[in-house]
């Protein structure tokens, strides 16, 4: 697992997004407000967390997803 910070994504608002796995590179769909962390479904790794409005991550939007 890598220590990268996480950071809280700015003007995406209410919308689904394609996150990349910093570690394994596994793309995965979220939502961009959630109420739960989301780990990635190969290693494990915890790609975002919640703050209560948008997502923070410590991964890179690959695309927005719908």
């Known amino acids: 697992m890598t220590d990268r910070p996480f950071v809280k994504l700015k003007n995406v608002g209410n919308k689904f997004i394609k996150i990349k796995c910093p570690d394994c590179s ?3 769909i ?3 407000k959630i109420s739960s962390p989301v780990t990635c479904m190969i290693c ?3 790609i975002a967390r919640p703050t209560g409005g948008t ?3 410590t ?3 690959v695309e927005d997803a719908i």
């Open 30 to 32: 979220t939502f961009t």
């Open 55 to 57: 997502l923070e991550t």
């Open 59 to 61: 991964s890179e939007v």
């Open 44 to 46: 494990g790794n915890t």
């Open 26 to 28: 596994n793309e995965q």
